[in-house]
């Protein structure tokens, strides 16, 4: 079974906020409400992680974040529709008439910079 996925780029992504997280500055701030039992028990796993109670929950929803992700962009084929699959993204796109009169006009954007 072939797999295509767009993990890899995800992956960079995700390797990229990796890193900017430890050698950036981070502006943004998530806020959130919690019983006191769950902050207790945040705390309690962030401490045997060695860790800050900040470190711990952002590191914990980035890979629930990855993961929700995942699931999202990833898909398995069998050979023969893999085959298919490859061969429709290789084949030169149809020319559409309407689409491409559509494209030939002006659009709205073009007349906006035309005004300004």
């Known amino acids: 079974m072939w797999t295509l996925c767009v993990q890899y780029v995800i992956f960079l992504m995700a ?57 999202n962009v990833h898909f398995a084929l069998p050979d023969k529709q893999w085959k298919a699959f490859c061969e429709a993204l290789d084949r030169p796109a149809r020319e559409i008439p309407r689409l491409k009169k559509l494209f030939a006009k002006p659009s709205l954007f073009d007349e906006q910079k035309a005004a300004s």
Not at 39 to 67: G, N, P
């Open 15 to 71: 390797k990229e906020e990796v890193i900017s997280m430890t050698t950036k500055q981070k502006n943004d701030r998530i806020d959130v409400r919690v019983k006191s039992s769950q902050k207790s028990y945040l705390m309690h796993a962030a401490t045997l992680r060695d860790v800050k109670l900040s470190t711990f929950v952002l590191e914990s929803a980035m890979k629930e974040a990855e993961e929700v992700v995942n699931q």
